[in-house]
């Protein structure tokens, strides 16, 4: 009986009413899991090289929401370094109910005033339409008329 009282005023706290283990002491490290392939990470490399064909990117671009890849290949802008441009694109909706205007006027600074160069980098009344996100429709950028899509809304990373 002495054992049956010593339960019983136990019985009120979860760590000494029942023995806690760990996630860690319940799994089997000697068996690999089904979900892990070591050699995933040169399998997804060799992909991407036989996407881009020998050709070098500035940065693989991802959506900002959703994470997913949008673009392999692209360059960055020379004086917007946040801004890309590309041709080739994956995971990337054109919505044409979204149009904007360029009506910017060339801006001339002293350099170009003596070279009689022009600093816009848009032509005058050019047509762009959004780029959205396929998967959660996140608007990541414009197309051109000249279809050089212009991404501006993206997450960059190593490529």
């Not at 990337?92 to 600074?109: A, E, G, I």
Request: net charge negative; charged share 30%; aromatic share 6%.
């Amino acid at each position: 009986m002495e054992g049956d009282s010593k339960g019983d005023t136990n019985m009120g706290s979860p760590s000494n009413s029942q023995q806690t283990i760990s996630d860690d002491d319940e799994i089997d490290y000697s068996v690999k899991p089904e979900f892990y392939d070591p050699e995933l990470d040169d399998k997804d490399e060799l992909w991407v090289q036989k996407k881009r064909k020998g050709s070098n990117s500035d940065a693989v671009l991802s959506c900002p929401a959703c994470f997913t890849t949008l673009c392999l290949e692209c360059q960055r802008h020379e004086r917007h370094v946040t801004q890309y441009r590309a041709i080739f694109v994956v995971n990337c909706k054109v919505d044409s109910n979204k149009l904007q205007h360029s009506h910017q006027k060339p801006k001339r600074n002293k350099r170009s005033r003596e070279a009689g160069e022009n600093q816009a980098d848009l032509a005058d009344g050019e047509t762009f339409k959004a780029v959205c996100c396929s998967v959660c429709s996140t608007e990541v950028g414009v197309i051109d008329e000249d279809d050089v899509y212009h991404f501006f809304n993206v997450l960059p990373s190593e490529s």
